[in-house]
């Protein structure tokens, strides 16, 4: 199921594989997609700010103001663009500031649409797995929960809060040599690239299958190749 949410994450965007799982290049900073955040500003040390790389939204759709889901991802960790500090005044450049998102930085959010005709290929259903596995949700328990979940009208979306208790714990996972994920330790870059070479051959492709190809197929299809 990770390297399903995974694959699904690059086509769907092209990302990096360093943008999701621990890149090689930082390795054992733990670095990658987490439920919540817990970051300290330069300018205020004491004061801890919590930050979500996920945000799942309700959004009504029908005449009963049921729910479809929207997940929501921040990329904190793309090439060039880590460690950006949360600004708390107003910035010189006003340019910069209409790229500023609701945190006050310049990370990149992509959305996606709950996809309820192929699941398997639905980033949203994925991550409520991985988000009920893990038991992150203050509102929630199950997936049987969601169908009696209604927004209060038409023209208001619901939120899905995050436990603080889930502050920095990665949702792709490590999995150790004995078959147990740990649950405080991001899958890296290594065993990502491990488990998709060997899904490659698993599928008789005749070269190894490499992240980059991914990406590389990603831009083909935009260009229309």
């Known amino acids: 199921a990770q390297l399903s949410f995974i694959l699904l994450l690059i086509v769907y965007t092209g990302a990096r594989p360093g943008t999701i799982v621990e890149s090689s290049a930082y390795r054992g900073s733990n670095e990658a997609l987490q439920y919540k955040v817990c970051q300290k500003p330069l300018w205020q040390l004491y004061l801890l700010i919590r930050k979500q790389d996920f945000k799942l939204v309700g959004l009504p759709i029908g005449p009963q103001n049921t729910l479809e889901f929207v997940l929501k991802v921040r990329f904190r960790y793309e090439k060039n663009n880590r460690d950006q500090k949360t600004q708390n005044h107003a910035s010189e450049n006003a340019e910069d500031e209409e790229d500023e998102n609701e945190y006050g930085d310049k990370y990149k959010w992509v959305s996606f649409r709950e996809d309820r005709t192929c699941r398997g290929r639905c980033p949203v259903t994925h991550f409520l797995g991985f988000a009920f596995a893990d038991d992150v949700f203050e509102d929630v328990k199950d997936d049987t929960q969601l169908q009696y979940l209604r927004s209060l009208g038409l023209t208001e979306s619901l939120n899905l809060r995050i436990k603080s208790s889930a502050k920095q714990k990665p949702v792709l996972q490590h999995c150790r040599i004995n078959g147990i994920m740990d649950s405080e330790i991001a899958m890296n870059y290594n065993e990502f690239a491990s488990e998709l070479a060997e899904l490659g051959m698993r599928v008789g492709f005749r ?17 229309g190749k």
């Open 207 to 223: 070269d190894l299958l490499r992240p980059y190809n991914l990406r590389r197929g990603t831009a083909n299809a935009i260009e």
